[in-house]
């Protein structure tokens, strides 16, 4: 049968634009379709996500004017989403399909009326906001961190559900603008799946800048009010030792991200799902053959790194045969960033110390180098944080790493490339650094590790 196109990618975000440029440059005729092209095209993390978001919390921490941020960051998204436009359609080739994308069969969509035919489809629709089955949440006017990037001025008291990375990232970035923060975090520490001894200090460090935090405790209740021609949002705590009423003049919800597939019609095809997210193999097949699926539609985790990688993958087997073949390669393992942007960052890779005490038990070694130690922290007087490295007894492997500080972010690629090729502690602490600079603290952090884990200094490895 001849098709429309060789490949269509539903999505136009890291993944469904990487694998659509991929094949385009091996000769395949592909498109990307893509809701409102001119306003979204690239996906969340340009338009609605990681790119606004690290704009506002920068330009704020510069001019402290809620105003200059939102424009700065209104400058920085137009100036991406445009060049990521014109790259793609215009210089490298790939058709653009501006509408909602609809599956009429497992080699057809339909986008504003019109079918298309495709050898391949990738669904790449990334994820939407999940809202929790909180009583009466769906009867207020909260808002997520979507409406969050377009409010006009911050509000004087915010209420957030959810103490994760998206939460405190707003939390933190309104905080310091004067507005009053109460996080409600229902799992034992903020940010779960982090490491608990360094949440367990930022916390700290979010408390003394002003922040409320209660954990531990599921919103039982949300309602909202008229005061005197001002809506006021209640969030109940029912019991505890929290027992209370919460009042805020905004209510954000922050309780993380699910797959944005339910508007693709998947019922007319042959592909599973696992709730909202799509099942796949390990070379990111559904279970119809021609349909792949990759990113945030197939559920956690949820990085934009990660979903780039997803799309490496399936481009590279598909460049060597259209149908699963010997010479498919599989998704392998990786070291996965994960940051959090409040100011100092958090970069984590790795195992936390409860998890690598519950795999390896007392043979797990701990140390922690304060960034107060550090001379480069001193030059820029900023001293919060901490580095924290675990290992082995007698083993030169890196099991995790948790920079607390000033620009960890770009701190821990050293680590990550020395993780993903089989380096150790003693490799990172051979290395001859800059100085003095920030990442310093990585070599004093690599250079105790190497002690207290008793290896013998290494060779550099050539």
């Known amino acids: 049968m001849v098709y429309d196109f060789d490949l269509i990618a539903i999505g136009s975000g890291s993944s469904g634009r990487s694998v659509a440029v991929k094949m385009k440059r091996q000769g395949w005729k592909t498109a990307i379709v893509e809701k409102d092209v001119e306003t979204h095209f690239g996906g969340t993390c340009i338009n609605t996500g990681c790119i606004p978001t690290k704009a506002l919390l920068e330009e704020i921490k510069k001019s402290g004017s809620f105003e200059k941020a939102k424009e700065y960051k209104q400058k920085i998204v137009e100036r991406i989403n445009k060049g990521t436009?014109?790259?793609?359609?215009?210089?490298?080739?790939?058709?653009?399909?501006?509408?909602?994308?609809?599956?009429?069969?497992?080699h057809t969509i339909e986008v504003n009326g019109v079918k298309h035919t495709s050898d391949i489809i990738v669904i790449a629709t990334g994820s939407e906001s999940a809202v929790p089955?909180?009583?009466g949440l769906?009867?207020?006017?909260?808002?997520?961190?979507?409406?969050m990037l377009n409010i006009e001025k911050p509000p004087k008291e915010l209420l957030i559900i959810g103490g994760g990375r998206i939460g405190l990232e707003i939390a933190w970035m309104l905080n310091s603008l004067g507005t009053k923060i109460t996080v409600f975090e229902g799992m034992n520490q903020i940010l779960p799946g982090e490491d608990k001894e360094i949440t367990e200090l930022m916390e700290e460090y979010l408390i003394s800048n002003g922040i409320k935090i209660f954990k531990g405790r599921f919103v039982d209740e949300v309602s909202q009010i008229d005061v005197e021609g001002k809506n006021l949002f209640r969030i109940h705590?029912?019991?505890?030792e929290n027992k209370g009423?919460?009042?805020?003049d905004m209510l954000l919800v922050a309780t993380g991200r699910i797959p944005r597939t339910s508007k693709l019609n998947l019922v007319n095809t042959t592909v599973k799902l696992n709730r909202s997210a799509i099942d796949v193999d390990d070379y990111f097949q559904s279970s119809a053959a021609n349909i792949f699926a990759i990113g945030d539609a197939i559920g956690n985790p949820m990085f934009t790194n990660w979903a780039g990688y997803h799309a490496i993958i399936v481009a590279a087997n598909l460049s060597k045969s259209r149908i699963k073949s010997e010479d498919w390669k599989p998704l392998i393992s990786r070291n996965i960033p994960k940051l959090t942007f409040i100011d100092p960052e958090l970069a984590s890779v790795g195992l936390t110390e409860n998890e690598a005490r519950a795999k390896?038990?007392?043979?797990?070694?701990?140390?922690?180098?304060?960034?107060?130690w550090l001379g480069k922290s001193m030059i820029v007087d900023d001293w919060d944080g901490v580095l924290k490295g675990i290992g082995l007894k007698g083993s030169n492997e890196i099991l995790g790493v948790h920079l607390w500080g000033v620009r960890t972010g770009s701190l821990i690629q050293t680590l990550i490339l020395a993780m993903d090729n089989g380096l150790?502690?003693?490799?990172?602490?051979?290395?001859?650094?800059?100085?003095?600079i920030l990442a310093e603290g990585i070599h004093s952090l690599a250079l105790n590790m190497k002690n207290l884990t008793k290896v013998e200094t290494l060779a550099p490895t050539m």
């Open 360 to 372: 390896y038990g007392d043979d797990v070694v701990v140390y922690k180098f304060m960034n107060k």
């Open 138 to 147: 769906a009867e207020v006017d909260f808002v997520t961190s979507l409406e």
């Open 245 to 248: 009423v919460y009042t805020g």
């Open 237 to 240: 705590l029912n019991d505890g």
């Open 424 to 436: 150790g502690w003693s490799h990172v602490e051979e290395m001859i650094y800059g100085h003095p």
């Open 133 to 135: 089955p909180v009583k």
């Open 85 to 106: 436009l014109r790259s793609t359609r215009d210089k490298i080739g790939v058709d653009v399909i501006d509408g909602f994308a609809a599956f009429v069969d497992d």
